[in-house]
């Protein structure tokens, strides 16, 4: 009879098992993005966003990958909610120990962990050939969040995590997406998009600080836990050999990108207290 609490050390490589779901999920992206181009072609943007030489340009390439983005959030947003919030997926499918949460298996993480990869590296790609999105911190989001979701697809790490850390965490990214729309292209007052605009400052405070601070550090420090548990003990060379790499590589990268959330958090407050009449300097956030 299996023990419910023990993990097999053998483990299925989700990349070799997905890489035709990944090019899928790559070129309708590509192909929605393409078709988006069309609508965006007619949209006005901010002057600001047009060269001075051409003050009625047209910025359709913003829009279209702002609703690719907007396509694949919802998405994530979605299955994590229901995932992590309802079904409780992390805690009934996973054995509640540092080996359960760290090898343990789910097809719903797998394709979670797949599909991220697949974001980040359409991210990755497409950054370069818009200017407003080639900040270096930026890029380096994309490059570590492909890199961790690669590591944890192929070599079956931490898929008890992958609900909260690749899709969990894009909820505060849709009013954000609202909010830089509107920035690109400015609503007409009091139209649909001008009062959607409004409420989507509050609610990406409020998600951003639940879900990329508050949620983030306390799953990080448990991650943490269990990823020294396993190398002190040696079990991740039992269960993973020579792949120790892989376990400090996620450590690492969950690490900077925990400190880039506290920075991100630090502009929110920053916007806070000027909306507040507080007189505080002006930070460059990076992700516009």
């Not at 829009?63 to 694949?72: P, R, S």
């Not at 600080?209 to 039992?238: A, E, F, P």
């Not at 993973?240 to 958090?265: E, H, N």
């Amino acid at each position: 009879m299996c023990d419910a609490t023990v993990v097999p050390p053998e483990y299925k490589r989700g990349f070799d098992r997905k890489k035709g779901l990944a090019a899928k999920v790559f070129v309708m992206m590509t192909v929605v993005y393409l078709a988006a181009l069309i609508p965006g072609s007619y949209l006005k943007p901010a002057a600001e966003f047009c060269p001075e030489d051409e003050p009625d340009c047209k910025r359709p390439e913003l829009f279209a990958f702002e609703l690719v983005n907007a396509i694949t959030f919802l998405w994530q947003s979605f299955i994590a909610i229901r995932s992590f919030h309802f079904r409780q997926t992390p805690l009934k499918i996973f054995p509640q120990t540092p080996v359960g949460r760290v090898y343990g298996f789910s097809e719903e993480s797998e394709l979670i962990a797949c599909i991220s990869m697949t974001i980040q590296v359409w991210g990755l790609i497409m950054t370069p050939l818009i200017p407003e999105f080639t900040s270096p911190i930026m890029l380096g989001h994309h490059f570590c969040a492909a890199l961790v979701s690669f590591v944890a697809l192929q070599y079956q790490y931490y898929y008890y995590y992958s609900v909260f850390y690749l899709a969990l965490s894009e909820v505060s990214s849709l009013p954000l997406l609202v909010m830089s729309l509107s920035k690109y292209f400015p609503p007409e007052p009091g139209s649909f998009q001008d009062i959607a605009t409004g409420l989507a400052g509050p609610a990406f405070a409020i998600t951003f600080t639940y879900y990329r601070v508050y949620l983030w550090l306390k799953m990080t420090r448990q991650l943490w836990s269990d990823g020294r548990h396993v190398l002190s003990k040696g079990i991740s060379n039992q269960y993973r050999p020579g792949k120790d790499w892989c376990l400090y590589l996620v450590l690492a990268i969950c690490t900077l990108l925990s400190c880039m959330q506290l920075f991100w958090f630090s502009l929110i407050v920053t916007e806070a207290l000027k909306m507040a009449g507080y007189d505080v300097p002006a930070l460059n956030p990076g992700f516009d």
